[in-house]
């Protein structure tokens, strides 16, 4: 049942998409193997970086066979940081891996409904923020500790459970920024979407996200008026060191300038 859900809810949204948006022109995929091939082959893993291809993929499920118990909350999360330079906060509690039911600290149990709401997209956990329906994640070089700051060439989710609009990534690039996108919406329970957005040479870096899920955090149940969403698979290209455009070395060098002239005239 879950394997025939993903296919209706993904699959209706099998689409590759160029957005303008202002600065530059970027391809957003609502299709979870063709964003895959976008990023590239090998899946990374927890393989030091840098690394000049391929991708790194996060499913929360914690190898080996399926896990099932829930993590509490914390903020900055940081398990993925080190193996995978990837780093996420949120404004409220924290963020948490978890199953939608079963184990210690499920979703369901903040609120019954959510058993029979959500899906995993890869069993069995889940992600999703505490206390706040908003995630913010940033990039750093794999192996650093988190230490170097990277960008990325292209970043998506899968989510579980966009009935209404308000589900939204919005991007910060070293070109500037996009967004925020929408997420397709989907209407009944256990349904995934999509939304990944990819750039090309010369179209920057990935370099921040901010991911809003649903209308409200996690606790109510849903209504008319109220969508409660939650995450599963984080895909991203593989963490590149972010290299100063043009402009930005252009004003070091004026500032490097003005402090060789200041200090001249200090000392004549």
Known sequence: MRSMLKA????????????PTGAT???????????????????????????????????????????????????PFTVFENTRGATFTT??????????????????????????????FSPNRLFAPIGSNITDGFFSIPGTGGTVPAGVSGF?????DVDLAG?????????????????ATFQGN?????????LGPGEGLITSVR???GTTALGPSESPTVD?????????????QVVPEPASLSLLALGLLAAWVARSRSCG
């Open 228 to 240: 409660i969403v939650v995450m599963d698979d984080f895909l991203y290209g593989e963490p590149q």
């Open 211 to 213: 991911i809003v899920t």
């Open 25 to 75: 022109a970027v391809t957003v995929f609502s299709d979870v193997d063709l964003f895959r091939a976008a990023l590239g082959n090998p899946n990374n893993a927890n393989n030091p970086g840098p690394l000049a291809t391929g991708r790194r993929e996060i499913n929360w499920d914690g190898g080996g066979p399926p896990v099932i118990n829930g993590t509490p909350p914390v903020t």
């Open 8 to 19: 209706v809810a993904v699959g209706l949204a099998s689409f590759v998409l160029a957005v």
């Open 190 to 198: 256990q349904t995934f979407s999509f939304l990944g957005v990819f």
């Open 167 to 183: 589900t939204s990534i919005a991007f910060a690039t070293t070109q500037g920024g996009i967004g925020p996108l929408s997420v």
């Open 91 to 120: 404004p409220g509690t924290g963020l948490t891996q978890a199953a939608a039911t079963g184990g210690l600290l499920s979703l369901d149990l903040i609120n019954p409904q959510y058993a029979t709401l959500f899906a995993p």
């Open 156 to 160: 998506g989710v899968v989510f579980s």
